[in-house]
């Protein structure tokens, strides 16, 4: 398969993102999560034009959020962030991009080889 027709990978750290930014989402975590995930089914990847494969993990309350077209939810059985790396460790050559401020959570997952960007990537 030519790389070019290979889809970026992009995980998305649901509680960072949408711990982000001060909106109340503490109330609701699932709900929270669940408008984050239809953002991204709608949005994608804002600024990519290419091919993206959507993945968004969650933990906690947010547990229970399903999938849509566009975007796979993996609820994580114990920590997200151990469970982000997993998924990049996992992920093989392909290109990856992991949306998180977590610093060690960054730390990790560049030392995978995966790119890393902020939260406003996806909130904008």
């Not at 001060?22 to 991204?40: I, V």
């Not at 993206?52 to 993996?74: D, F, H, S, T, W």
């Amino acid at each position: 398969m030519d790389d070019d027709n290979i889809p970026l990978l992009v995980i998305v750290d649901a509680a960072n993102v949408v711990g982000s930014v001060p909106d109340g989402w503490w109330r609701d975590r699932r709900g929270a999560a669940e408008r984050l995930r239809d953002r991204l089914a709608a949005d994608g990847l804002p600024g990519h034009s290419g091919p993206v494969e959507v993945v968004l993990v969650v933990e906690g309350a947010a547990r229970g959020v399903e999938a849509v077209a566009g975007v796979r939810v993996e609820a994580a059985p114990g920590s997200g962030d151990d469970h982000i790396v997993d998924l990049v460790a996992r992920s093989g050559d392909r290109p990856r991009l992991v949306v998180t401020a977590d610093r060690e959570l960054r730390r990790r997952v560049a030392a995978l080889g995966a790119e890393v960007t902020g939260p406003r990537t996806v909130r904008s």
